[in-house]
């Protein structure tokens, strides 16, 4: 039997992050920070109305699942395919420096080396349903730093996971190169099928335009197929927001593609997007956080930060991006979400690092959280 308490739960979630989203656009602010905060506000950290729960925890895996599949439906094909090499070269830069500044942070205050390294890797990747959120508010996501930060957000992703493998054998004792090129088989294969797949359901959904027109049987279609894609991925070894994102590119250039972005992002809209961001805030808690830890917790902020900002600067600079364009791209490449905490639990989890970190891990995602939609809005004014 439900949890009516849940009920509950979702009506004041939808009713606080929209009028706090509100009163963020009347101060010239993003509405996604309201929603944030909102989150923040009803979780333990505050008044406690509302905590982590199982319920709403899968509810706001919808809501990062629609925000990737709307973005990828947005993404300028010939722009993504012109900027994969400037992509990729962000996503490593920014990487290692988030990495190396981690795993050096963690080393100074005598942490061991090996969970010195996975502290680093917690770190590492971003968060992309944060920026996408704040750069469909604002228009740009289509823009040339947009669309760069987008395909280097998902090379985050496979790199982090596959950095993540590594780390998980090496702690288990059992890594070996046969694993790795297992790994690494899987993953090549998941995006030969993605491509294939992606071809065919293009030309698909512009015969079934053609021939019916903007039918809700395209919608519903077309979200089976994210899920799908998500499912895949997954079974892959990558996360479900990569295939969730790969699929929405499959329509980016079709005939249908407004159509299906109307009938998505209403659905994502009404619930799913505002239970994912208060969802974050539910998880924030400051319980346990002693002088050391905080000191630690502030140290690991400041890299998180600034190593994306200089390391993915850094990567769009070399690759022709203007000065501007270079600080958009790492303003939007800071904030991090579910793939640190995915991380961080299975660490936690296998005993590489101590749960008394996953403090310091909430901290560093709501502040990476709230000050990336505060950038974004700086380095993209006129």
Known sequence: MIDTNLFIIIALILLSTKALALFMRRIHLPQV???????????????????PN???SMLAEFGVIFLLFS????????QLRSSFKAALLISVLGIAAALGGGFAIAFAFGKPTFESFFIGVVIASMSTSITVEALQEMGKLKSKSGTAILGASLFDDIIVIVILAVAMGMGDGGFSASSMAILLVKIVAFFLFAVLAGLGVNRLFNYMHSRFGEKKRLAIFAVAYCFLMAYLAEQFGLADITGAYIAGIAFCNTKCVEYLEIKSHVLSYMLFTPIFLANIGFHTSFAGMTGSVILFTVLLVAVSIFSKLIGCGLGAKISRFTNRESMQVGAGMIARGEVSFIVASKGIAAGYISSLLFPSIIVIVLVTVLITPLLLKVVYRK
Request: net charge negative.
């Open 71 to 78: 973005a990828g439906m947005e993404t300028d094909f010939q």
């Open 54 to 56: 199982e319920t709403i």
């Open 33 to 51: 920070i309201g929603a944030l905060i909102a989150g923040v506000l009803l979780g333990p950290a505050v008044f406690g109305l509302a905590e």
